[in-house]
């Protein structure tokens, strides 16, 4: 049990509350128990049999026909558009997607042009959507349009999956597909308290994310068709992502999908309780109310930009990082318990008090 030993190193008390992201969650003492024993063999060369019980389990989990293993799920979003799209025609998506801001770099060699639309709470609006698939004129063909959901620029809001049926629906009518970027579907399935697979069905392929909330060290799963998931196989390859003794991973990433989806319930009550504590500090220090583990706060009319915030709080141990230049990003994940909460909300109040009345 030696390998379990780092994982508790980041939960004493002495330790920083880091909210920067669900990034930094450690593997699990039985994620670490699984990588010691997995069978493993050679995915690159005759296959790796815990990956492909990690890639069936997923694509069960998520209502699709097969799943492909993949480093990041920056990875994942890139083989659904290369595998979906061809070069010079277009992928549209809110243009607060993280594939947009975030992820867009790879147009740069996919020859795809990235088309954003305004959105509501990570929701595109519709009738811009309607409008660019239209086939009119010498636009660009539309070969894709992609989701998020939870949405992480939108502060973890999630789809309402009457939208989701909504552009899922305008998009297959124009014989388009739909790739949904689920980084953090399983957030949004405990928001709605749905399994996984019923937000997935409103897409055509769906990643998501091993890594962040799920607590897994590594990777991310492309779910889809048969088809498109063998072509993204190919080009995973092609791309230089295909590993070999990667059972390994997939072992931690079997425990994620397996057993860490329910916890992340108190993730999203601790973002509530955090939320709730920071908006009764002072009228001028505005937190959103989460639908899941991401708060922003906006610092705008503090006198302080979201930088020094970042760096006052620091000096109380409570870790956060700017989002955008007037607002802070918040994560709560599972190394952050309500002892955490109670430090982090007692640190804004402190830089709070120093504000000019
Ligand atoms: C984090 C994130 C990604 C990228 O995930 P990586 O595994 O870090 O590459 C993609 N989409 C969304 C919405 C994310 O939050």
């Known amino acids: 049990m030696s390998m379990s030993t780092p994982v508790n190193a980041a939960d004493s008390g002495a330790e920083p509350v880091d909210l920067r992201s669900d ?24 296959g790796d049999p815990t990956v492909r019980e990690l890639e069936a389990t997923t694509a069960g989990m998520l209502g699709k026909d097969s799943a492909l293993f993949v480093p990041s799920c920056t990875m994942a979003n890139l083989l659904a558009i290369l595998a979906q799209a061809e070069r010079s025609e277009q992928l549209v998506l809110d243009s607060a997607a993280h594939i947009y801001t975030s992820e867009r770099g790879a147009a740069t060699f996919t020859g795809l042009f990235y088309l954003g639309l305004p959105g509501t709470e990570g929701a595109i609006d519709l009738a811009q959507l309607d409008d660019a698939l239209a086939p009119e004129g010498r636009r660009l063909k539309t070969a894709l349009v992609a989701m998020e959901t939870s949405h992480n620029n939108a502060a973890g809001a999630v789809l309402p999956l009457a939208h989701m049926q909504a552009v899922y629906d305008t998009a297959a009518g124009r014989g388009v597909r739909v790739h949904l970027d689920g980084a953090r579907l399983f957030n949004a399935a405990v928001a709605l308290d749905v399994p996984p697979s019923d937000i997935a069905c409103w897409s055509d392929t769906v990643s998501l994310c091993l890594s962040k909330g799920l607590s897994a060290p590594v990777g991310a799963v492309l779910a889809g068709s048969k088809a498109v998931i063998e072509k993204s196989r190919n080009l995973r390859r092609m791309i230089g992502g295909t590993q070999r003794q990667l059972g390994i991973m997939a072992a ?16 999203h009550r601790r973002a509530r309780r955090l939320s709730a504590g920071l908006n009764t500090i002072d009228p001028r220090l505005v937190a959103t109310v989460p639908q899941t583990n991401i708060i922003q706060v906006d610092v705008s009319r503090t006198g302080r930009d979201g930088a020094a915030w970042s760096l006052d709080l620091e000096a109380f141990g409570v870790l956060a990082r700017p989002w955008g230049k007037l607002r802070l990003r918040c994560v709560t994940h599972r190394h952050i318990d309500d002892a955490a909460i109670t430090r982090a909300i007692a640190a804004f109040r402190s830089i709070a008090a120093r504000m000019p009345a």
């Open 252 to 267: 931690a990433g079997l425990e994620a999908v397996q057993t860490m989806g329910p916890r992340l319930a108190e993730d």
């Open 23 to 46: 990034t930094v969650t450690k593997p699990t003492a039985a994620m670490y128990e699984r990588m010691r024993t997995a069978p493993v063999g050679d995915d690159g060369l005759d």
